[in-house]
């Protein structure tokens, strides 16, 4: 098969496909057995290959040109959402078109990283001050958004892909410690605007005996998971704690309790070196790309994957606040699976169109 | 340079999670295999019961009692058709059940326990208990569940809870809700829905490997939710919606000097326990459907104009506005037509051929179009808004419930911003409460209260006190009040209120009907609300109309009119004349308020015209 006329990324997709195949087999357990579950994430999957693939084909001058387009939808469907939520009176993350439902909070996830991108490249690099001041609020706002629907998690996450973005353009050193000393100032305000069930949450990290029923209790249960897993893992269909039902949602937040009680340290350091291979490549990716636009672009994604799995993981061994943000490709459910794998789909475009140009 | 620094950080965070995995995998299996062991026990949420709402003596409005529940957990089930047949042998289990059923069994994970049939018999219950070791994936389950002893009663204020929709799940913090299923939807049980709901208990069950009880080996017990105690009066209540009848309309009464609500009417009700389990598709579209549309509360967003009783506040901006400009002493010429300079158009009186010579206080009593005609376009739009603005007009007026309207006070800039151009003529029909201008009747009510209690507008509050239900001990919903009215002479209030007195005391009077027999003073307004205009030339003659069409009667008022007690509004959709069909109402109220008796209508005045009123 010749992947690079198919724009495939050789190392790239096996290692997806390896990791597909994995959360196919953690989701069944996780799920207690329940083939349905088992199936109906395999169709995801495979549409998440499929998109993937279609999206590979683009070439980037494309993506470049179509990003700020993007960026506005996202940014419209965002306000939707909290419209839609201001009359329903409550937290709204989801839009209904119909019998599709989606969250437009998964689409910043590409179209933040592509818009500062796309801002950044049209003068060179590194960028002036002022354009660093436009990067932040052009990172700032959806994020924003997103807190308000509240998010936090996600939120989070995106506006620390678009930093990061930021950082990759070229800011200076100087201006990075002061924005992190900024952030630490503002640490006491956000505070203030946080929900009280998201302090609690932060709270009971440091003191997760303090409430073993709330979310104490899932930190709890699923360090018990991960931690009785030992060395060689309980075996694959043998976690008592997602099949008792004293894991909360085992299948998609707390997939990965599951998965490293079953295959214990060894599992799941192999599960984590794959998901550090698929990063590190992807970074690749962007250390190869020819032109700004795309260096940035394939750096951010990269970084926002893995930052994803770096929160989920770490909020399941106990070091960060349960936050809700799914593990990317191994936790069910769809809306995510499509996005993660469009990520990849781009940063596969980028590399196998920029090997064409050469020859 | 950059990208390498990220792969760097990349690789420090990657080694940081492997670092805490050996840890938790390595270095603290040991302990966390025996808790795994020891996780055969296993904490269970005791749902607290939701508080009770009482009204203002005790009267139970909303309790909670506990129900036997018949569920199936669909994951357990091998074959679900069969499973039903045989459960319907031993329950009934109506079509509606079995639609609700089949709709969560579509939209609900599989292994969650779904509810088929609610409140079975002592006696379906001991078949299914009998039966359930043959019933796989078959619980019985005992639990609380809401319910509203007095049907559709002040359902427009209470309110009803409802299944948590995942909207909610979303939003509402998920270890205060664990082992319910309800959270309050509208009216009072979303409002209060924090001290309502009390605190989730837990006990610590020893479980077998197969997830099983054995025993119980700790027991946190639930805090009841807080007891809502109403300023609403359920027997007044009852009494007004029976008086209300089939009619459409809304009654609000107000404790003017702290804003108490003592009834909140809106007509029809509708019954609030049909919404607690998921109300059947049937029952809702039929209540969708219906013409009388029972589901809108008419007290807290119908949009009414307010027809003739705007008078009252004119009347005050008449007695406020500068001597120069426009003086109440005078007396104006009502020919029965106003008309615009350079214009042909005739804005009519209601009466035909006029009243004469008026003064503000015959205007009041008679209530006199031509006067307030002249009186609007005198002191022009902008300051009729001003003034209005602080009775609460064009605002919430802040009661203790939620989705409340605003109504319309509107003004050229308010037109303006809506580019739009504001007509001379809607100046002259602002006069009489016509054109735009939109008002609640609890609007209504507040700004009366605000006349009634010297200048202080109170906010209206439906809760008294919230109550714990164990220590019994109360916290008092303090009142809240709006600043003071911005009244150049305190003196004209009583002056008002002397005018309105004489609306339903003198033979003049257009609520004379339900004054000349009261055993004290009466303060009130009229008014009649067009629905449909009356072209030019032409007459209204109500029985030429389709009831649809008729004007909505209206009637605001207060009294004892020297010492306030009650403030009452009252409007009857398509009634006809407030003087016949809104004033009896609020008569009916003011005399359970101040004399604690419930009165038959009220025979008619000596020589009383009932159909007054423009």
Redesign the interface.
């Known amino acids: 098969m010749n992947f690079q006329r198919l724009h495939i990324d050789k190392s790239l997709f096996y290692a997806l496909l390896v990791l597909a195949g994995l959360s196919v087999l953690a989701v069944y357990s996780a799920s207690g057995k329940e083939l349905s579950v088992a199936i109906s994430h395999s169709m995801r999957l495979l549409l998440g290959f499929a998109v993937m693939l279609g999206v590979a084909q683009v070439r980037p001058e494309i993506f470049e040109r179509w990003s700020p387009y993007l960026f506005i939808v996202g940014l419209m469907l965002l306000v939707a959402v909290l419209v839609v939520g201001t009359i329903g009176k409550g937290a709204q993350r989801w839009l209904h078109f119909g019998i599709v439902t989606f969250q437009p909070s998964e689409i910043m996830k590409l179209a933040l990283p592509m818009m500062l991108a796309w801002y950044l490249a049209r003068a060179d690099l590194p960028p002036t001050l002022f354009r660093l001041i436009v990067g932040f609020i052009i990172a700032a706002v959806p994020s924003a958004f997103i807190a308000k629907q509240p998010d936090l998690g996600t939120a989070a996450l995106v506006f620390a892909a678009g930093a990061f973005t930021l950082f990759l353009a070229g800011m200076r050193w100087k201006i990075i410690i002061l924005v992190f000393s900024a952030i630490a100032a503002a640490m006491p305000v956000v505070w203030n605007f946080m929900h009280g069930y998201q302090r609690h949450r932060i709270l009971t990290l440091l003191n997760p005996e303090a409430d073993p029923l709330g979310s104490g209790y899932h930190t709890i249960q699923s360090m018990i998971a991960v931690g009785s897993g030992g060395f060689y893992g309980k075996g694959w269909l043998n976690s008592s704690q997602a099949h008792l039902e004293y894991l909360p949602e085992a299948a998609t937040d707390f997939i990965f309790a599951v998965f490293a009680e079953e295959f214990g340290l060894i599992g799941s350091l192999i599960l984590l070196a794959l998901y550090l291979f698929i990063a590190l490549r992807a970074m690749l990716i962007a250390f190869y790309a020819q032109d700004a636009y795309s260096r940035l672009l394939a750096g951010g994604l990269a970084l926002i994957f893995f930052f994803s799995f770096f929160v989920n993981i770490g909020m399941v061994v106990g070091i960060l606040p349960i936050v809700g943000v799914p593990l990317p490709v191994m936790s069910y459910g769809g809306t995510s699976i499509v996005t993660v794998m469009s990520a990849f789909g781009i940063l596969m475009s980028i590399q196998t169109h920029r090997r064409i140009v050469e020859q | 340079m950059?990208?390498s620094v990220?792969?760097g950080i990349?690789?420090v965070?990657?080694l940081?999670?492997?670092l805490?995995?050996?840890y938790?995998?390595?270095l603290?299996?040991t302990?966390?295999?025996m808790?795994?062991q020891a996780?055969r026990i296993?904490?269970l949420?005791i749902p607290p019961p939701r508080g009770l709402i009482l009204d203002r003596n005790g009267v139970v409005l909303a309790s909670s009692y506990p129900v036997y529940t018949l569920e199936i957990v669909p994951?357990q089930v091998d074959d679900m058709k069969d499973l039903l047949k045989d459960l319907g042998k031993l329950v009934t289990i109506t079509d509606s059940d079995l639609k609700q059923f089949n709709k969560q069994l579509r939209e609900r994970p599989?292994?969650e326990s779904l509810m088929l049939r609610t409140q079975l018999t002592d006696e379906e219950a001991a078949r299914i208990a009998v039966q359930r070791p043959y019933l796989q994936g078959v619980e019985l389950q005992a639990r609380l569940q809401r319910h509203y002893p007095l049907g559709g009663l002040a359902v427009h204020a209470l309110g009803y809870v409802g299944r948590i929709n995942?909207?909610?799940l979303?939003?509402i913090?998920k270890?205060?809700y664990?082992g319910m299923r309800h959270i309050g939807k509208l009216g009072l049980e979303?409002a209060y829905e924090a001290p309502l709901l009390g605190k989730?208990g837990?006990e610590k069950v020893e479980?077998n490997?197969h997830?099983r009880s054995l025993r119980n080996i700790e027991r946190v017990a639930p805090v009841a939710g807080k007891i809502l105690r109403l300023n609403l009066d359920a027997k007044l209540q009852a009494l007004i919606e029976e008086t209300l009848g089939k009619r459409r309309g809304a009654v609000i009464a107000l404790d003017p000097r702290t804003g108490g609500v003592l009834a909140f009417v809106s007509t029809p009700t509708y019954d609030p326990n049909r919404f607690v389990n998921g109300i059947d598709p049937t029952t809702y579209r039929s209540l969708l459907d219906n013409p009388d549309k029972p589901l809108i509360n008419r007290a807290l967003n119908g949009q009414y104009s307010p027809g003739s009783t705007i008078k009252t506040f004119l009347g005050l901006a008449a007695l406020e506005t500068d001597q120069q400009k426009f003086d109440y002493r005078h007396q104006v010429v009502c020919p029965g037509f106003f008309t615009l300079p350079g214009s042909v158009h005739q804005f009519r009186d209601w009466k035909k051929n006029g009243h004469g010579m008026v003064s503000l206080r015959e205007a009041i009593q008679q209530s006199c179009d031509i006067y307030f005609y002249r009186l609007a376009v005198t002191i022009g739009p902008d300051a009729i808004k001003e003034f209005l603005q602080p009775f609460g007009f064009g605002a919430k007026t802040g009661v203790d419930i939620?989705g409340e309207s605003e109504g319309i006070l509107p003004s050229p800039a308010w037109k303006e911003a809506r580019k739009q151009k504001w007509y001379p003529g809607e100046t002259v029909v602002m006069g009489i409460g016509q054109g735009q201008l939109i008002v609640t009747p609890l609007q209504l009510a507040d700004a009366m209260s605000a006349i009634a209690n010297n200048g202080v507008r109170p906010k209206p509050r439906l809760v008294h006190a919230i109550e714990d239900a164990k220590t019994k001990a109360q916290r008092i919903v303090e009142p809240e009040f709006c600043p003071e009215l911005p009244l150049k002479n305190k003196i004209h209030l009583s002056q008002l209120t002397e005018y309105l007195t004489a609306v339903a005391h003198t033979q003049q009077g257009t609520a004379y009907g339900i004054g000349y027999n009261a055993p004290y003073k009466i303060a009130g307004k009229t008014g009649t609300a067009q629905v449909k205009s009356v072209a030019q030339g032409q007459t209204y003659n109500e029985n030429m109309v389709p009831e649809r069409f008729r004007d909505h009667a209206l009637f605001i008022s207060f009294a004892p009119a020297n010492d306030p007690q009650v403030a009452v509004s009252v409007i009857v959709e398509n009634g006809g004349h407030g003087g016949s069909a809104a004033a009896p109402i609020a008569r009916k109220v003011m005399d359970y308020v101040i004399l604690g008796k419930i009165t038959a209508t009220s025979p008619a005045a000596p020589g009383a015209t009932l159909d007054n009123d423009e």
Do not use: I, W
Request: glycine residues 4%; proline residues 4%; hydrophobic residues 45%.
């Open positions: 950059r990208l990220a792969g990349m690789l965070l990657t940081l999670l492997a805490r995995l050996s938790l995998q390595v603290s299996h302990h966390f295999a808790l795994s996780n296993r904490p949420p994951e599989r292994f995942e909207a909610e979303e939003r913090d270890s205060a664990r979303a989730v837990f479980t490997a997830g939620n």
